[in-house]
């Protein structure tokens, strides 16, 4: 009896202990928000997020005096606040400490949240063996503490998706985020926060693996459980709105993607105000379904709202917008107009690490492109060779960002009227495309008459030309999306139709395709389709 006695002393003890820390960390982290409260300083005093938290991380010894747990637990929380913001020195530094201030084997869980931090540092870094090394310690301490099947792991696993996500390895992302769903949803409930959060990143991972069915039933279901526990006009609504934009528009269901997109919009700046990166970043998305949809003009338009929505000093959306901006203007053939804001991004991705994710150098094949619309095919061929070979190191040879990559050397070859190099890229781009989407996809549709054109241009490859084309139209006579490229498509086979002076089969495809006037989207393409239908 005097022993369990004892033991229960000792266990209130030790959770009041706990709660006086608990609350010390959070009456200090009130105090510096407080500090930096904008309706208590001027302009000139108030701190960038970066600097706030270096001041923060100066006062820790001060203000918690030798209580070394609650300091760990302090700068544990700015380490992760550090990385968040890629201040990654500091962070190094600041979780370093944090480890430091933990005796061996004391509060595991504490060490294990400190070593997935600095695993996810160290795999941002692409110190990668290091970094599985943390991780996998950090698992260790976590299951030993709490379990195997514990939130502690669940947090672990979601830490780890979400720095696999940030470097573009996509499939690395998958299995640590469907881990980090499971434990955390089964353990918690799905309707818990962090149970929502990681089915969030789920369908964010898909997303990028375009895995769009998947992906549209995660983040619906997010949507649907924020609803019913936050309510419809929850901030945490704005991210799965952004993500399920992004599927809808590739998927060109343009209508609902302008309505969820215009919903996101709505709630961020009501919720977070007229300026935040949520805001720019689903303008960014609603530009780019605009552009796709043929809009120019409304995309352009939407990036200058984002442009005003951007707050000062986020260089990453910053980099975005440009590139984005950039791409618009390649669309409507102005490679001198998509030049700067092309270098401009260029330039952002790589100060705020984008070469080691790759998408520096998907931003440098993107002005690459620009450069080969102004006839620069030298320089334009020197970009892309180096951004194919990084993009590979980086990602594998069937990342589908090297399919883009190619996409764009295929692109430059054409333009140089290097038909059988424009193929040989093409087919690359097909072969990785196909793996991933199928031949179903609009992608792989836009892709394959690319090819077509590059091999009507090649008179030993006509018939394999025919063919191709022949299939195309078989599998996408008449469908909406693919309306910006229908037309090319059957002009192009009228024209090899009349190459083997086949006039009668060119005029009857031609005014076939005529009585499908919605998916003519040029007058000039029109135009052309009547002087096949007319011709005698």
Same mark, same amino acid.
């Given at each position: ?89 500091? %962070? ?139 309510? =419809? ?59 796709? %949809? ?117 692109? %430059? ?38 090819? %077509? ?5 090649? =008179? ?77």
């Amino acid at each position: 009896m005097v022993g369990i006695a004892l033991a229960t002393t000792v266990g209130l003890q030790r959770e009041q202990l706990q709660r006086q820390r608990a609350e010390r960390v959070s009456d200090f982290l009130a105090a510096i928000y407080r500090e930096q409260d904008p309706l208590s300083r001027n302009a000139e005093s108030a701190q960038t997020p970066a600097e706030l938290i270096a001041a923060a991380v100066s006062r820790v010894k001060d203000e918690l005096g030798h209580d070394s747990l609650s300091q760990a637990q302090l700068l544990r929380v700015l380490g992760e606040a550090q990385l968040n913001l890629s201040e990654l020195a500091a %962070a190094h530094e600041t979780l370093d400490l944090a480890a430091s201030k933990l005796a061996h084997g004391e509060e595991p869980l504490l060490g294990a949240e400190i070593d997935a931090l600095r695993g996810a540092l160290a795999r941002r870094e692409l110190r990668n063996d290091e970094a599985q090394r943390y991780f996998d310690h950090a698992l260790q301490q976590a299951g030993a503490a709490a379990g195997t099947q514990s939130v502690a792991v669940g947090r672990i696993d979601a830490l780890s998706a979400s720095t696999f996500l940030a470097l573009s390895r996509f499939k690395d992302a998958q299995a640590v985020a469907a881990s980090a769903y499971m434990l955390l949803s089964s353990q918690l409930g799905d309707e818990h926060p962090e149970a929502i959060s990681a089915l969030v990143s789920l369908g964010a991972v898909q997303e990028q693996l375009r895995q769009d069915e998947q992906a549209l039933a995660n983040l619906r279901k997010a949507v649907a459980l924020i609803e019913k526990r936050f309510g =419809a006009g929850d901030a945490r609504l704005v991210r799965p709105l952004l993500v399920l934009g992004e599927v809808l528009r590739r998927a060109r269901d343009f209508s609902e993607g302008r309505l969820v997109l215009d919903r996101g919009a709505a709630i961020s700046r009501q919720r977070l105000g007229e300026r935040n990166v949520q805001l720019a970043d689903i303008l960014i998305t609603r530009a780019r379904l605009e552009s796709e %949809a043929g809009e120019s003009t409304s995309a352009i338009a939407a990036l200058d709202a984002a442009e005003r929505a951007l707050p000062e000093n986020e260089a990453t959306t910053l980099a975005q917008l440009l590139g984005n901006r950039g791409k618009i203007w390649i669309e409507l053939k102005d490679g001198k107009r998509a030049e700067p804001d092309l270098r401009a991004a260029l330039k952002l991705h790589r100060e705020t690490g984008g070469l080691r994710s790759g998408i520096a150098w998907f931003a440098q094949a993107e002005l690459a492109w620009a450069l080969a619309l102004q006839g620069r095919f030298d320089e334009a061929q020197k970009l892309l060779s180096e951004a194919e070979v990084q993009m590979s190191q980086l990602l594998g040879p069937d990342a589908y960002q090297n399919a883009l990559v190619s996409v764009r050397r295929a692109t %430059a070859f054409s333009l140089q009227k290097d038909w059988r190099n424009a193929a040989a890229y093409l087919r690359e781009s097909l072969r990785i495309e196909e793996k991933f989407f199928g031949p179903d996809h609009y992608l792989h549709f836009s892709w394959s008459l690319a090819l %077509a054109q590059s091999l009507s241009h090649m =008179a030993d490859r006509h018939d394999e030309a025919v063919q191709l084309l022949d299939t195309l139209i078989a599998r996408w006579d008449g469908k909406d999306e693919i309306a910006q490229d229908y037309a090319e498509l059957m002009l192009l086979r009228c024209d090899l139709y009349a190459d083997k002076r086949d006039h009668e089969a060119a005029r009857a495809l031609a005014t076939q395709t005529l009585q499908h006037a919605g998916l003519i989207v040029t007058a000039e393409r029109a135009a052309a389709l009547r002087r096949h239908a007319e011709r005698l």
